[in-house]
């Protein structure tokens, strides 16, 4: 049953995509040096929805659902991050997403009681990170999202709600501190 949800929920291209995901990344995610950042980028241009200029991926980088992704130029993304495409995702240039970042555009809803968690609709909602942004270590973006420009998310944070532009937020939930000049 769950076989046949994955193939009701999704496009020949993106099942495509999915086994690409599933199958190449695991090997190149550990290539080390400019030989793995080339190919990593290269892989990850042919199966986002767009991926703009040179970006930086780091080794151990999963990208999930990466049809739904679509990124500007100069994106850098360290070790660890965990990036789900399947509600959208959209990054603009100058873009640098740190260590164990999680950005995730889907989340299971829990409102049946008839059904298993696994079995439970999901629900999508484009995340939308704007130019000149700077997420740090371990953040978390939850689905619905939507970052302005010129936006520093602090280590740890987790972003339930909207961060306005030129601003700095902080904490659990994140909340914006002070104006980023």
């Known amino acids: 049953m769950l076989l046949a949800k994955i193939f009701r929920e999704n496009t020949p291209k993106q099942l495509m995509v999915l086994a690409l995901e599933q199958w190449i990344q695991p090997f190149i995610a550990w290539i080390p040096g400019i030989t793995g950042f080339t ?17 930086y991926i780091a080794p151990s ?3 999930q659902r990466s049809y739904g992704i679509r990124a500007g130029k100069r994106l850098a993304v360290n070790r660890g991050a965990i990036i789900d495409g399947k509600g959208n995702i959209q990054i603009g240039d100058n873009v ?11 989340q ?10 696994i079995m439970q609709v999901e629900t999508k ?14 953040a978390v973006i939850l689905p619905g999202v939507h970052i302005g ?11 339930s709600h909207d961060i306005e532009a030129h601003s700095i937020a902080v904490g659990v939930p994140a909340k914006v501190i002070k104006p980023l000049i």
Not at 39 to 55: A, C, D, M, P
Not at 125 to 138: Q, S, T, Y
Request: neutral net charge.
């Open 39 to 55: 190919i990593r980028y290269v892989f990850f241009k042919l199966i986002f929805n767009h991926l703009g200029g040179f970006s």
């Open 61 to 63: 980088v999963t990208m």
């Open 96 to 106: 640098l997403i740190g260590p164990y970042v999680v950005i995730t555009s889907a």
């Open 108 to 117: 299971h809803s829990f409102d049946r009681a008839d059904l298993p968690m």
């Open 125 to 138: 909602k484009e995340v939308v990170i704007g130019n000149d942004v700077w997420i740090g270590a371990h």
């Open 149 to 159: 420009d010129r936006v520093i998310i602090g280590a740890g944070s987790i972003v």
